[in-house]
């Protein structure tokens, strides 16, 4: 079992940054891939960024390549998100997930946070 809590989440300003964390307890950090999606109100959730166990391999969506970025510290067990030069369409709840089989732009994940609101205004 893996928990995680997102957390960083808030109202910004368009062309702001927010840093959201996911701090995991449970199973070994370093087994599982990690993923961030997001979820606007009557939208299915979307992949935005995703790191494999070793951190030598990462993603991200084309709607947010070049301004947000994914890492990991394994010390911490957390797992980052970067968001620079936000726009108000980047406003979702935010989630964090792990994966036991590798790295995927998929949403099957075995586990899930509770999320964190982002919130871009104009």
């Known amino acids: 079992q893996v928990q995680l809590v997102e957390s960083g989440g808030g109202l910004v300003q368009a062309g702001g940054s927010l840093r959201l964390s996911c701090a995991a307890s449970?199973?070994?950090?370093?087994?599982?891939?990690m993923g961030w999606f997001r979820q606007a109100p009557g939208t299915e959730r979307e992949f935005v960024a995703a790191i494999s166990w070793s951190g030598g391999t990462m993603r991200h969506a084309n709607s947010v390549k070049g301004r947000f970025t994914i890492s990991r510290d394994y010390a911490k067990s957390t797992v980052y998100l970067q968001m620079n030069s936000l726009k108000p369409e980047d406003t979702a709840v935010y989630y964090c997930?792990?994966?036991?089989?590798?790295?995927?732009?998929?949403?099957?994940?075995?586990?899930w946070g509770q999320g964190t609101q982002v919130t871009v205004s104009s």
């Open positions: 997930a792990a994966r036991s089989s590798g790295i995927s732009e998929y949403t099957d994940y075995d586990y």
């Open positions: 449970g199973r070994t950090f370093s087994s599982y891939a």
